[in-house]
């Protein structure tokens, strides 16, 4: 009702919500309606044109005109996306119904750029599938504005669809290096979304179909899950199982569940309502939708929403045939995620998949997805991702090579550079020192594996070029379209053979792998005190998560004691004060925790009134004193050496117990499980609002992968995720034994515990010393 009374409001008062900018290909024609946002999270709401003025007859009746409301599909998979620097391509894949394919359809893009940005030199290409259907100029810098254009019949296609944004920006004045950081695009998710004239193609009708339900205005995916029984003690099993199910079949970056008992208010765009229970649950709630089952049990769509929106509803003439019923749905897409062995899902939120390096492998710049290119502007990046096993470990020794096919022309002045980052890390720089130009071929560029991580790594190659011509900036300097820099396809990405043994805690592990749950059949324990709505959806989207790192479905087991849980791998969810005491002593969080901890209320930080200081203010007071040189001494090792105190020592510093901060919300902690074989992992706040909060908040992509360490933490107040710090570790060998991979192992070891490697060669010189003299002294020829 909300909405409708929207409706009428803005068409009664003729004020336009959206300052709209239309652009049209030269192949469409007509003017587009323009449209204002939904103020409750449904979608773009079409705006009715002024109807034609007549005369007005005491006789005639105007016969009502049945009003066709489109169906928006938001295709941006996350809640903010920003083009940063001169040149780059976002891409991804969009899941469509044949219905959707096959419809005709518009696209809209709403964005903003930076005032430093030319908008005669600058602009976007968007493409479908490698079919370009607009290359706008970029010309928006003081306000948002959105571009609609036709997409061309034939160009969607069913199933996965790739969506590819190119751009090109250059700066209005400067020519500096430093200025292409003043360059930048935002593109608004709220308002990029495909448009389809047939409302009936938002039906789902088929379980393969959850793949497109797509993403919400801010980029998320939600099932709504309905569960009169959720309380119920066997509910918890088959539910969570469930979660994990349309986890792996969406395959989206960004999903969210959340669970009631009665039909939710609202849907919206992006959301999945899932019915599940008994035909005397769900009768209430969806009347005469409801499939009569009999004695069998029925998984299927029906169309019950006002909007004409899609339920899936699960029904069973009992709980116990409701798992099989789940497993009947899972199955497939655990099969499904299960057969990408070789590599990562990662192409709804980036161009392709990511390959699995196991050990020593070659890849080309083809296979990664970055094609031969040159290049006119200053400042020249191209990124790709490799997947690493749960078992990585070569922090701490070894390089990885670039074996570049590139080149550079003759106005590049020496002094350039070529730099790679890895997970935003810089890891080698590579200098430009001859003039004239030249053509790499094969030139290995070399960097640590020091920031490289289990699970999807992200690698930038930058090239940061000077000339001439950009430090005289004449006017029009940066509309110079001559390449002054080419990098080739057949460039070589080399990974080296590494050690593989798994270490425990490593929460980085976890979240980039499902490790160490991903790797037993077994049912995992799942402690939870209590069923509810939300602890199940703080659950559901944590095992999710799970789920779509290990690339498979993980069995849990709800359990409600600690007695329950076994030695073994186990996973303890709730608030602080509800958490057993061994599951705080395994993971090494202070039993305190659970009186000052809870001293947080409504999931705010409580803080006290404090001078307003900082240790920097205390460090420029405090100048002398004899412990100032060691600081000073290890801040010179760090900078030249990469050495710091923390490097000298002869074994790892065991873990002491950890007390969450008041200004802390959550946490997420890990220790090895009593067995020594597995890994306990709790996730805990001082409340469960707080606990909900936090979950939601982690769930993003870019913050999960952020989870690492032995503890992470999440500020509410601040957004802050932050890590503590892995000391002693469990090792766990899961691949079968070999001498080689005892020696990597064993190399990544001493170089970590260089004290220890020292002392190590100590003894070993002083034996090798000793049996030399022994061998001498019986086989040596000595003088009479």
């Given at each position: 009702?909300?909405?409708?009374?929207?409706?009428l409001?803005?068409i009664?008062?003729?004020?336009?919500?959206?300052?709209?900018?239309?652009?049209?290909?030269?192949?469409?024609?007509?003017?587009?309606?323009?449209?204002?946002?939904?103020?409750?999270?449904?979608g773009?709401?079409?705006?009715?044109?002024?109807?034609p003025?007549t005369?007005?007859?005491?006789?005639?009746?105007p016969?009502?005109?049945?009003?066709?409301?489109?169906?928006f599909?938001y295709?941006?998979?996350?809640?903010?996306?920003r083009?940063?620097?001169?040149?780059?391509?976002?891409a991804?894949?969009v899941y469509?119904t044949?219905?959707?394919?096959?419809?005709?359809?518009?696209?809209?893009?709403g964005?903003?750029?930076?005032?430093?940005?030319?908008?005669?030199?600058?602009?976007?290409?968007?493409?479908?599938?490698?079919?370009?259907i607009?290359?706008?100029?970029?010309?928006?810098?003081?306000?948002?504005?959105d571009?609609?254009?036709?997409?061309?019949?034939?160009?969607?296609?069913?199933?996965?669809?790739q969506?590819?944004?190119?751009?090109?920006?250059?700066?209005?004045?400067d020519?500096?290096?430093d200025?292409?950081?003043?360059?930048?695009?935002?593109?608004d998710?709220?308002?990029?979304?495909?448009?389809?004239g047939?409302?009936?193609?938002?039906?789902?009708?088929?379980i393969?179909?959850?793949r497109?339900?797509?993403?919400?205005a801010?980029?998320?995916?939600r099932?709504?899950?309905v569960a009169?029984?959720?309380a119920d003690?066997?509910?918890?099993?088959?539910?969570?199982?469930l979660a994990?199910?349309?986890?792996?079949?969406?395959?989206?970056?960004?999903?969210?569940?959340?669970?009631?008992?009665?039909?939710?208010?609202?849907?919206?765009?992006?959301?999945?309502?899932?019915?599940?229970?008994?035909?005397?649950?769900?009768?209430?709630?969806l009347?005469?939708?409801l499939?009569?089952?009999g004695?069998?049990?029925s998984?299927?769509?029906?169309?019950?929403?006002?909007?004409g929106q899609?339920v899936?509803?699960?029904?069973?003439?009992?709980?116990?045939?409701?798992?099989?019923l789940?497993?009947g749905?899972?199955?497939?897409?655990?099969?499904?995620?299960?057969?990408?062995?070789e590599?990562?899902?990662?192409h709804?939120?980036?161009?392709?998949?990511?390959?699995?390096l196991?050990?020593?492998?070659?890849?080309?710049?083809e296979?990664?997805?970055?094609?031969?290119?040159?290049?006119s502007?200053r400042?020249?990046r191209?990124e790709?991702?490799?997947g690493?096993?749960?078992?990585?470990?070569?922090?701490?020794?070894?390089?990885?090579?670039?074996m570049?096919?590139?080149?550079?022309?003759?106005?590049?002045?020496?002094?350039?550079?070529?730099?790679?980052?890895?997970?935003?890390?810089?890891?080698a720089?590579?200098p430009?020192?001859?003039?004239?130009?030249?053509?790499?071929?094969?030139?290995?560029?070399?960097?640590?594996?020091?920031?490289m991580?289990?699970?999807v790594n992200?690698?930038?190659?930058?090239?940061?070029?000077?000339t001439?011509?950009d430090?005289a900036?004449?006017p029009?300097?940066?509309?110079d379209?001559?390449?002054?820099f080419?990098?080739?396809d057949?460039?070589e990405?080399?990974m080296?053979?590494f050690?593989?043994v798994?270490?425990v805690?490593d929460?980085?592990?976890?979240?980039?792998?499902?490790?160490?749950?991903?790797?037993?059949?077994?049912?995992i324990?799942?402690?939870?005190?209590?069923?509810?709505?939300?602890?199940?959806?703080?659950a559901?989207?944590?095992?999710?998560?799970?789920a779509?790192?290990?690339?498979?479905?993980?069995?849990v087991?709800?359990?409600?004691s600690?007695?329950d849980?076994?030695?073994g791998?186990?996973i303890?969810?709730?608030?602080?004060g509800?958490l057993?005491?061994?599951?705080?002593?395994q993971?090494?969080?202070?039993?305190?925790?659970?009186?000052v901890?809870t001293?947080?209320?409504?999931?705010?930080?409580?803080?006290?009134?404090?001078?307003?200081?900082t240790?920097?203010q205390?460090?420029?007071q405090?100048?002398?004193?004899?412990?100032n040189?060691?600081?000073?001494?290890?801040?010179?090792?760090?900078?030249?050496?990469?050495?710091s105190?923390?490097?000298l020592?002869?074994?790892?510093r065991?873990?002491?117990?950890y007390l969450?901060?008041?200004?802390?919300?959550?946490?997420?902690?890990q220790?090895?499980?009593?067995?020594?074989d597995?890994?306990?992992?709790m996730?805990?706040a001082?409340?469960?609002e707080?606990?909900?909060?936090?979950?939601?908040?982690?769930?993003?992509?870019?913050?999960?992968d952020a989870?690492?360490g032995?503890?992470?933490?999440?500020?509410?107040?601040?957004?802050?995720i932050?890590?503590?710090?892995?000391?002693?570790?469990?090792?766990?060998f899961?691949?079968?034994?070999?001498?080689?991979?005892?020696?990597?192992?064993l190399?990544?070891?001493?170089?970590?515990?260089?004290?220890?490697?020292?002392?190590?060669?100590?003894?070993?010189s002083?034996?090798l010393?000793?049996?030399?003299?022994?061998?001498?002294?019986?086989?040596?020829?000595?003088?009479?």
């Amino acid at each position: 009702m909300k909405r409708i009374l929207l409706f009428l409001a803005f068409i009664l008062a003729g004020i336009p919500v959206v300052s709209a900018q239309t652009t049209t290909p030269p192949a469409s024609s007509g003017t587009v309606a323009p449209f204002d946002m939904g103020s409750d999270g449904s979608g773009p709401l079409p705006r009715a044109p002024s109807a034609p003025s007549t005369p007005s007859s005491p006789a005639a009746t105007p016969e009502p005109v049945a009003e066709t409301v489109p169906f928006f599909r938001y295709i941006v998979p996350a809640d903010q996306m920003r083009l940063e620097g001169e040149n780059g391509e976002r891409a991804w894949s969009v899941y469509l119904t044949e219905a959707q394919a096959k419809s005709a359809s518009q696209f809209n893009i709403g964005y903003q750029n930076s005032i430093f940005v030319a908008p005669e030199y600058s602009n976007l290409s968007i493409a479908f599938n490698n079919v370009e259907i607009a290359a706008p100029p970029l010309d928006s810098s003081e306000r948002q504005s959105d571009l609609r254009f036709e997409v061309p019949a034939g160009v969607l296609k069913p199933g996965y669809n790739q969506f590819s944004i190119k751009y090109k920006l250059r700066h209005r004045t400067d020519c500096d290096l430093d200025s292409t950081y003043d360059l930048w695009t935002d593109i608004d998710p709220e308002r990029t979304f495909l448009i389809f004239g047939d409302a009936a193609t938002a039906e789902l009708s088929s379980i393969g179909d959850i793949r497109a339900v797509g993403v919400d205005a801010i980029g998320r995916t939600r099932f709504h899950i309905v569960a009169p029984g959720l309380a119920d003690t066997i509910a918890g099993d088959p539910l969570l199982e469930l979660a994990q199910g349309l986890a792996l079949l969406s395959d989206m970056p960004n999903t969210y569940f959340t669970y009631s008992t009665s039909e939710p208010v609202k849907f919206a765009s992006g959301v999945l309502p899932v019915y599940v229970g008994t035909p005397d649950e769900l009768r209430p709630l969806l009347g005469d939708a409801l499939p009569d089952i009999g004695t069998a049990q029925s998984a299927r769509f029906i169309g019950t929403n006002a909007l004409g929106q899609s339920v899936l509803v699960l029904v069973a003439p009992s709980w116990q045939r409701i798992g099989p019923l789940i497993d009947g749905i899972t199955e497939p897409a655990a099969r499904s995620a299960a057969m990408k062995d070789e590599a990562y899902s990662t192409h709804s939120w980036r161009k392709q998949d990511t390959q699995l390096l196991t050990g020593h492998k070659t890849l080309t710049f083809e296979q990664l997805g970055i094609p031969t290119q040159e290049f006119s502007g200053r400042v020249f990046r191209a990124e790709f991702t490799i997947g690493l096993p749960a078992d990585f470990y070569a922090d701490a020794y070894g390089e990885a090579r670039l074996m570049l096919d590139a080149a550079y022309g003759p106005i590049v002045l020496p002094g350039s550079r070529l730099h790679v980052f890895v997970n935003d890390q810089l890891a080698a720089t590579w200098p430009i020192s001859t003039v004239n130009g030249a053509v790499l071929r094969r030139t290995p560029v070399r960097f640590t594996m020091r920031h490289m991580k289990p699970g999807v790594n992200k690698i930038v190659l930058e090239a940061a070029l000077l000339t001439k011509e950009d430090a005289a900036c004449l006017p029009g300097a940066t509309a110079d379209d001559t390449p002054r820099f080419a990098v080739f396809d057949t460039t070589e990405f080399v990974m080296p053979n590494f050690g593989r043994v798994a270490q425990v805690p490593d929460l980085w592990a976890t979240s980039g792998t499902g490790f160490p749950y991903s790797r037993d059949k077994a049912r995992i324990p799942l402690y939870i005190d209590t069923l509810s709505a939300d602890t199940l959806s703080s659950a559901s989207d944590f095992v999710a998560k799970l789920a779509n790192a290990a690339r498979e479905q993980i069995p849990v087991d709800v359990v409600h004691s600690v007695e329950d849980v076994g030695e073994g791998d186990a996973i303890f969810l709730g608030s602080i004060g509800q958490l057993p005491t061994q599951a705080l002593r395994q993971t090494q969080i202070s039993q305190t925790s659970r009186s000052v901890w809870t001293q947080q209320v409504g999931g705010e930080a409580n803080y006290n009134e404090a001078p307003e200081t900082t240790i920097e203010q205390w460090d420029e007071q405090v100048t002398a004193g004899w412990y100032n040189w060691i600081f000073e001494v290890e801040k010179y090792l760090k900078r030249n050496y990469d050495l710091s105190f923390e490097t000298l020592r002869f074994l790892p510093r065991p873990d002491s117990d950890y007390l969450p901060p008041n200004s802390i919300s959550m946490i997420i902690a890990q220790e090895p499980s009593p067995n020594s074989d597995g890994a306990w992992t709790m996730i805990s706040a001082p409340s469960q609002e707080n606990l909900s909060n936090g979950m939601a908040a982690l769930m993003k992509r870019q913050h999960w992968d952020a989870v690492q360490g032995r503890v992470t933490t999440y500020n509410r107040n601040t957004g802050v995720i932050d890590n503590v710090g892995i000391g002693a570790t469990d090792f766990i060998f899961d691949t079968p034994f070999s001498i080689s991979n005892i020696r990597l192992v064993l190399t990544n070891w001493f170089s970590t515990n260089t004290m220890s490697f020292s002392l190590a060669l100590v003894i070993f010189s002083v034996l090798l010393g000793i049996a030399t003299k022994a061998m001498l002294t019986r086989y040596g020829r000595y003088e009479d």
